[in-house]
């Protein structure tokens, strides 16, 4: 060969595929020679190395290293974000040899979101029914197409299911409502949290179904039911919710409690319907805002009356308007019109007999983002309309 003079042995072939060899043709000439040269990775050497596998004889059949520092060709303008696909085809040639110390650091960043989208209805703590047998529970349940009605269940061998067909739209349901009976099932077996019950031979409206007693720390009435089916047949569905899994005690105590706890109970629209309520958040002690609980009524706020001392109530802004009220979830909506308002969002009212005269206790949220809000106003006793 001549010293700063090309020449040329062979050209790439055009089978070039994603291996790591390629395969070089000769080319017509004073001087060819088909060969390979394979492309590896060595991140020992800082440059490129070329290194002969099977020496030129006769200059035919070489074969050839072409060596590099890294086989990852870097982009003339690299991206500013990492790509979220992984490459297809993975090194054939590990970059090092492994550490035989192992790192106290992971090799990769854990993620920032979950692998999974947590559930939008959490499960409830199943109670075991053995440990509640010998117990009546007598709850309202809300029958689709049919209305809310009071029901009882007997939890024994053989225990009844019934309903008091004369009790449509009662929510308060009690063992000395009961005056018109049908009964509906009898208890056929229990298995841990679960009631099989049976349809009644000979009834008048026998069905067959299934209960499931749960613990739920967040009802607001002794004992809640709930259809879980689309209806109430053959095979219905139900959870019988409790504020807690442990039985009463059937043996009283000797001494009374000296601090007897307290469940706050839901006030019904009834009692509130017409008043107009004042409240104070405690993120905002310079803000008073009124809701007017009533058809027409506006949801609204006063930014210059700190603990809502002064009497007089001047309308900052308003809020939202009063749209609908669900007497069985005890709940008033309200949501902005074309012209007023511009959140979305319920109150709750509820009463709890351990706040003293004049306390008053606020909850929930209000999201400016997505402008909405869910709040539940607490009174030692629940505010009653005078007209």
């Not at 110390?101 to 960043?109: A, D, E, G, I, R």
């Not at 009790?167 to 009898?186: L, P, V």
């Amino acid at each position: 060969f001549k010293k700063n003079e090309k020449t040329q042995f062979s050209v790439v072939g055009t089978n070039i595929g994603r291996s790591s060899k390629i395969t070089m043709n000769a080319k017509g000439g004073e001087y060819k020679s088909d060969g390979i040269i394979e492309i590896v990775e060595d991140s020992s050497i800082s440059k490129v190395e070329f290194r002969v596998i099977r020496p030129i004889t006769d200059l035919k059949d070489y074969e050839i290293q072409l060596v590099l520092p890294d086989c990852t060709s870097p982009s003339v303008a690299p991206s500013p974000s990492p790509s979220l696909l992984p490459s297809q085809y993975p090194s054939l040639h590990p970059s090092k040899l492994p550490s035989q110390t192992p790192s106290l650091f992971p090799s990769v960043t854990p993620s920032v979101s979950p692998s999974s989208l947590p559930t939008f209805a959490p499960s409830i703590p199943i109670c075991l029914v053995e440990d509640l047998l010998g117990n009546t529970y007598t709850a309202s349940m809300f029958v689709k197409g049919r209305g809310t009605y009071c029901f009882r269940l007997e939890l024994s061998s053989n225990g009844s299911f019934d309903v008091d067909i004369q009790s449509k739209g009662q929510t308060n349901c009690s063992e000395a409502a009961f005056r018109s009976i049908t009964r509906y099932s009898r208890v056929k077996s229990i298995d841990g949290g679960t009631i099989k019950l049976r349809d009644v031979a000979g009834g008048t409206a026998g069905f067959r179904g299934t209960i499931v007693v749960r613990d739920d720390a967040s009802i607001t009435d002794d004992v809640e039911m709930i259809l879980r089916s689309a209806n109430f047949g053959n095979n219905y569905e139900i959870d019988l919710l409790l504020p807690s899994c442990i039985a009463p005690s059937t043996i009283p105590s000797s001494t009374p409690s000296m601090s007897p706890s307290v469940r706050p109970k839901d006030c019904t629209w009834d009692q509130y319907n017409g008043r107009a309520l004042y409240f104070v958040r405690e993120s905002e002690p310079n803000h008073c805002y009124k809701v007017e609980m009533y058809v027409g009524g506006d949801f609204a706020v006063d930014r210059g009356n700190p603990g809502c001392e002064n009497r007089v109530f001047y309308e900052t802004q308003i809020l939202s308007v009063y749209k609908s009220v669900s007497k069985r979830n005890k709940v008033v909506r309200f949501a902005p019109t074309e012209y007023r308002g511009f959140l979305t969002g319920t109150f709750k009212i509820r009463s709890n007999a351990s706040l003293e005269d004049g306390e008053m206790e606020v909850d929930g949220e209000v999201d400016g983002i997505s402008k909405t809000f869910s709040l539940t106003l607490t009174y030692p006793e629940c505010p009653v309309y005078d007209p």
